[in-house]
């Protein structure tokens, strides 16, 4: 995905039972995050702060968290959150792949190395990533779009902890 283009419509399961369709968020500007799955400690660690943020970034701004896990399994992990923000599913990557999200085994290994206070306070909170497969390869892509559904920032992450800086999402939602 590139800027300027218009996001394609997203339709997944969520964690409250819905069926969510980007189409839903048109007239407003959002943030839509590609995780990895539902206990890695540096995804958790990521959406502790968005929930924190939620309030901040005002009416007509949403965020939209998409991972790579089953919806049962994601039901479970993201209750610790109380997100006031839509958690979605995608076990079998459909997006993943229509977004070009990144693999990389050096990311991965970078942020295991350089961020491991992130993932060592991510663990202590219950975020203990037993499951060992691909899903542990997925870079993180964060997209800011506006309300026309036109992408104004594309933001891949370096390795497992790298998001999109939150001072850029504060400052495009205001």
Not at 126 to 134: A, F, V
């Amino acid at each position: 995905m590139n800027i300027g283009q218009k996001i394609p419509q997203i339709s997944l399961p969520a964690v409250d039972g819905s069926q969510f369709d980007t189409t839903s968020l048109l007239g407003k500007k959002y943030l839509l995050t590609f995780f990895r799955f539902a206990t890695c400690p540096f995804c958790n660690m990521r959406m502790a702060e968005l929930v924190q943020i939620k309030k901040e970034l005002g009416d007509n701004f949403e965020i939209v968290a998409i991972f790579q896990s089953e919806i049962e399994h994601l039901k479970k992990h993201s209750n610790k959150h109380f997100a006031k923000f839509p958690i979605l599913a995608d076990p079998k990557k459909q997006y993943y792949e229509i977004f070009d999200v990144n693999n990389s085994l050096s990311g991965m290994f970078k942020g295991m190395i350089m961020r491991m206070p992130t993932a060592i306070t991510g663990m202590f909170r219950g975020y203990i990533p037993l499951e060992i497969s691909s899903r542990l390869l997925i870079m993180p892509l964060s997209l800011l779009v506006d309300e026309q559904g036109i992408i104004q920032s594309v933001y891949q992450g370096k390795d497992e902890g790298d998001h999109l800086p939150m001072d850029r999402v504060i400052t495009f939602a205001k």
